[in-house]
Protein backbone atom coordinates (compact mmCIF):
# COMPACT_ATOMS: atom_id res chain seq x y z
CA UNK A 1 0.00 0.00 0.00
CA UNK A 2 2.88 2.15 0.59
CA UNK A 3 6.44 2.56 -0.57
CA UNK A 4 9.24 3.46 1.91
CA UNK A 5 12.80 5.31 0.56
CA UNK A 6 15.36 6.73 2.57
CA UNK A 7 13.74 11.01 2.91
CA UNK A 8 16.50 12.75 0.66
CA UNK A 9 15.33 16.14 2.73
CA UNK A 10 16.69 14.54 6.11
CA UNK A 11 19.36 12.55 4.40
CA UNK A 12 18.08 9.25 5.59
CA UNK A 13 17.56 10.17 9.37
CA UNK A 14 14.36 9.14 9.00
CA UNK A 15 11.42 7.87 6.39
CA UNK A 16 9.65 9.04 3.51
CA UNK A 17 6.44 7.58 3.25
CA UNK A 18 4.07 7.68 0.60
CA UNK A 19 0.46 7.00 0.61
CA UNK A 20 -1.33 6.77 -2.60
CA UNK A 21 -4.67 8.42 -3.15
CA UNK A 22 -7.49 5.70 -1.64
CA UNK A 23 -10.17 7.32 -4.53
CA UNK A 24 -7.96 8.24 -7.27
CA UNK A 25 -4.80 6.08 -6.87
CA UNK A 26 -2.75 9.21 -7.63
CA UNK A 27 0.43 10.04 -5.40
CA UNK A 28 -1.88 11.14 -2.36
CA UNK A 29 0.37 12.08 0.56
CA UNK A 30 4.06 11.94 1.65
CA UNK A 31 4.78 12.01 5.15
CA UNK A 32 8.09 11.69 6.86
CA UNK A 33 8.50 9.03 9.77
CA UNK A 34 8.81 11.38 12.63
CA UNK A 35 5.36 13.14 11.19
CA UNK A 36 2.78 9.65 10.86
CA UNK A 37 1.85 9.68 14.58
CA UNK A 38 -0.01 12.73 14.68
CA UNK A 39 -3.76 12.55 15.18
CA UNK A 40 -4.09 14.49 12.02
CA UNK A 41 -1.67 12.46 9.84
CA UNK A 42 -3.70 9.49 10.80
CA UNK A 43 -7.11 10.61 11.03
CA UNK A 44 -6.42 12.05 6.99
CA UNK A 45 -5.10 8.22 6.32
CA UNK A 46 -8.45 6.88 7.68
CA UNK A 47 -10.72 9.11 5.91
CA UNK A 48 -8.84 7.89 2.99
CA UNK A 49 -8.59 4.28 3.41
CA UNK A 50 -12.71 4.67 4.14
CA UNK A 51 -13.54 6.33 0.57
CA UNK A 52 -11.56 3.85 -0.53
CA UNK A 53 -13.25 1.21 0.82
CA UNK A 54 -16.40 2.67 0.21
CA UNK A 55 -15.98 3.23 -3.29
CA UNK A 56 -14.46 -0.43 -3.70
CA UNK A 57 -17.45 -2.15 -2.04
CA UNK A 58 -20.56 0.63 -1.88
CA UNK A 59 -23.13 -1.18 0.65
CA UNK A 60 -22.87 -2.08 4.08
CA UNK A 61 -24.78 -4.63 6.04
CA UNK A 62 -27.98 -3.12 7.30
CA UNK A 63 -28.03 -5.89 10.41
CA UNK A 64 -25.66 -4.64 12.54
CA UNK A 65 -23.80 -8.24 13.49
CA UNK A 66 -22.95 -8.77 10.29
CA UNK A 67 -21.29 -5.11 9.85
CA UNK A 68 -19.91 -5.95 13.44
CA UNK A 69 -18.46 -9.25 11.61
CA UNK A 70 -16.54 -7.24 9.14
CA UNK A 71 -14.83 -4.95 11.82
CA UNK A 72 -13.85 -8.33 13.49
CA UNK A 73 -12.78 -9.60 10.72
CA UNK A 74 -10.27 -6.50 9.84
CA UNK A 75 -9.17 -6.42 13.88
CA UNK A 76 -8.53 -10.09 13.14
CA UNK A 77 -5.99 -9.30 10.40
CA UNK A 78 -4.36 -6.70 12.70
CA UNK A 79 -4.17 -8.87 15.60
CA UNK A 80 -2.54 -11.40 13.04
CA UNK A 81 -0.24 -8.70 11.90
CA UNK A 82 0.99 -7.85 15.38
CA UNK A 83 1.72 -11.24 16.44
CA UNK A 84 3.80 -11.90 13.44
CA UNK A 85 5.87 -8.89 14.20
CA UNK A 86 6.18 -9.68 17.47
CA UNK A 87 6.97 -13.80 17.25
CA UNK A 88 8.02 -14.00 13.41
CA UNK A 89 8.32 -10.98 12.38
CA UNK A 90 9.97 -12.22 9.13
CA UNK A 91 6.12 -12.89 8.24
CA UNK A 92 5.37 -9.28 9.27
CA UNK A 93 6.30 -5.26 9.39
CA UNK A 94 5.69 -2.01 11.14
CA UNK A 95 4.88 -1.20 7.97
CA UNK A 96 1.91 -3.91 7.65
CA UNK A 97 0.95 -3.58 11.25
CA UNK A 98 -0.01 0.01 10.80
CA UNK A 99 -1.87 -0.82 7.39
CA UNK A 100 -4.10 -3.26 8.80
CA UNK A 101 -4.68 -0.99 11.95
CA UNK A 102 -5.85 2.03 9.44
CA UNK A 103 -8.02 -0.44 7.43
CA UNK A 104 -9.56 -1.47 11.09
CA UNK A 105 -10.13 2.29 12.03
CA UNK A 106 -11.42 3.30 8.13
CA UNK A 107 -13.85 -0.01 9.09
CA UNK A 108 -15.13 1.05 12.80
CA UNK A 109 -15.72 4.57 11.10
CA UNK A 110 -18.54 2.73 8.45
CA UNK A 111 -20.43 0.70 11.38
CA UNK A 112 -20.67 4.14 13.22
CA UNK A 113 -21.96 5.77 10.18
CA UNK A 114 -24.64 3.44 9.89
CA UNK A 115 -25.74 3.16 13.82
CA UNK A 116 -28.99 4.64 13.32
CA UNK A 117 -29.71 2.83 9.56
CA UNK A 118 -29.46 -0.64 10.78
CA UNK A 119 -32.36 -2.91 11.52
CA UNK A 120 -32.07 -4.19 15.33
CA UNK A 121 -34.36 -6.76 14.81
CA UNK A 122 -32.85 -9.72 16.77
CA UNK A 123 -32.81 -12.66 14.31
CA UNK A 124 -34.76 -15.87 14.43
CA UNK A 125 -33.72 -18.65 17.03
CA UNK A 126 -34.23 -22.39 17.34
CA UNK A 127 -34.27 -24.75 20.56
CA UNK A 128 -31.71 -27.40 21.24
CA UNK A 129 -32.04 -30.20 22.96
CA UNK A 130 -30.00 -30.97 25.58
CA UNK A 131 -29.43 -34.91 23.86
CA UNK A 132 -28.72 -33.26 20.97
CA UNK A 133 -25.82 -31.82 22.63
CA UNK A 134 -24.48 -34.46 23.93
CA UNK A 135 -24.66 -37.07 21.32
CA UNK A 136 -24.09 -34.58 18.60
CA UNK A 137 -27.35 -35.37 16.76
CA UNK A 138 -29.41 -32.49 15.59
CA UNK A 139 -32.82 -32.17 17.95
Known amino acids: MSDETECPACEGEGLLWIWPCGVCHGPGMVIR ?18 ERATLKFPTWPTDPLHALAVLGEEYGELNKAMLQLMYEPEKSSHKHVREEAIQTAAMALRLICSLDQYDYTAGQQHQQSHDAAQTGEAA
Open 33 to 50: SNEMTTLSNVLAEVRAEF
